[in-house]
């Protein structure tokens, strides 16, 4: 089981970014996804989840990204997207993306919100 | 929210010597699937965070034995029976039982 996450860069604030979490040795559409996030120099936090495994695939988002971050994901490729838009100075951090709660992380992706 | 909260902060440690981390959480962490859903993870300078425990006390594979996890209700610790050179980093508690899923704000294991 592994992850790969990668899309990270730098955004002007308001701006919009795409991240990819690429699966292998397991298939996204029976499991659990999460991404969590870490602010240069702090500490961990939990941002969205997708669970495949519910009846419509349900997803859920912190409170700081609701209504700006959405899941979704692309079977042929077995990856599993975060669409980020409305980009703040705020959302700057390391995303990790992880699998079985939180068992398997992958190695992090960038992302810089800066004029 | 559930709020994690971890103590010490820091956390300085002599080599072969025990260490004890402790996670205490604003609510009980027990899902309606009756298990207790608390993890511990480490990280490590430079690294992404590895979990060691799942579920207050099971040790994830290639976690060495010398990490234990005990606890229950609202309070749970980490125990390391003997600190190595390896171990230092910061370790970080998490509540997976209610949402959204939250993070102690880390204890810092550094050599004397």
């Known amino acids: 089981v592994q992850v790969v996450d990668s899309g990270g860069g730098l955004v002007k604030p308001g701006g919009s970014l795409r991240l990819s979490c690429e699966a292998s040795?397991?298939?996204?559409?029976?499991?659990?996804v999460t991404w969590i996030r870490q602010a240069p120099g702090k500490g961990l936090e939990w941002v969205a989840h997708?669970?495949?495994?519910?009846?419509?695939?349900?997803?859920d988002y912190a409170a700081p990204v609701r209504g700006r971050f959405a899941l979704s994901r692309d079977d042929s490729k077995n990856t599993l997207y975060l669409q980020m838009s409305s980009l703040n100075t705020e959302d700057t951090a390391l995303y990790y993306c992880?699998?079985?709660?939180?068992?398997?992380w992958g190695q992090g992706t960038l992302v810089t919100v800066s004029s | 929210d559930v709020v994690m909260t971890q103590s010490p902060l820091s956390l300085p440690v002599t080599l072969g010597q025990p260490a004890s981390l402790s996670c205490r959480s604003s609510?009980?962490?027990?899902?309606?699937?009756?298990?207790?859903?608390l993890s511990w993870f480490q990280q490590r300078p430079g690294q992404s965070p590895r979990r060691l425990i799942y579920q207050v006390s099971n040790r994830d594979s290639g976690v060495p034995d010398r990490f234990s996890g005990s606890g229950s209700g609202t309070d749970f610790t980490l125990k390391i029976s003997r600190v190595e050179a390896e171990d230092v980093g910061v370790y970080y508690c998490?509540?997976?039982?209610?949402?959204?899923?939250?993070f102690g704000q880390g204890t810092k294991v550094e050599v004397k």
């Open positions: 998490m509540q997976l039982a209610h949402w959204p899923w939250t």
């Open positions: 992880t699998t079985g709660h939180a068992g398997c």
């Open positions: 040795g397991f298939t996204l559409n029976n499991a659990e």
């Open positions: 609510h009980g962490l027990v899902y309606s699937d009756g298990n207790t859903y």
């Open positions: 997708f669970n495949s495994k519910t009846a419509n695939g349900a997803t």
